[in-house]
């Protein structure tokens, strides 16, 4: 399964980092999508890496703030959230897909793919 860690309560402009743990797999040659839901609102995919190919993708609301990366053992995907404000605010989860490097047709990861495992999520709030 998947664990999310790191989520809480920080103030407009600071900064979190999400964590994504496997137990019982590594993620190698998985593509793990973070994803959040913000109340009474849609899922929102946020941003992607692809283990097989070391491909990433980020929502054009992130880029250039949200930096996700893989840790050596390919057990563990973490989300670096910096200038935090509000609109982040939400529920946020990892998921992983094994098929993405089928489904990427050579782009690499995208969180529009079907990601088959979930996490529980974890919860941000940017609040002053």
């Known amino acids: 399964h998947l664990a999310e860690t790191g989520g809480g309560l920080v103030q407009p402009g600071e900064s979190l980092r999400l964590s994504c743990a496997a137990h019982?797999?590594?993620?190698?040659?998985?593509?793990v999508g973070w994803f959040r839901q913000a109340p009474g609102k849609e899922r929102e995919g946020v941003a992607c890496?692809?283990?097989?190919?070391?491909?990433?993708y980020y929502t054009n609301s992130v880029r250039g703030r949200f930096t996700i990366s893989s840790d050596n053992t390919r057990k563990t995907v973490s989300l670096q959230m910096d200038s935090l404000q509000p609109a982040a605010t939400a529920v946020y989860y990892c998921?992983?897909?094994?098929?993405?490097?089928?489904?990427?047709?050579?782009?690499?990861?995208?969180?529009?793919?079907?990601?088959?495992?979930w996490g529980q999520g974890t919860p941000v709030t940017v609040s002053s």
């Open positions: 019982g797999f590594t993620l190698r040659h998985y593509a």
């Open positions: 998921a992983a897909d094994s098929l993405y490097l089928a489904r990427s047709d050579g782009y690499g990861c995208h969180t529009t793919f079907d990601y088959a495992y």
């Open positions: 890496f692809g283990n097989s190919d070391g491909s990433t």
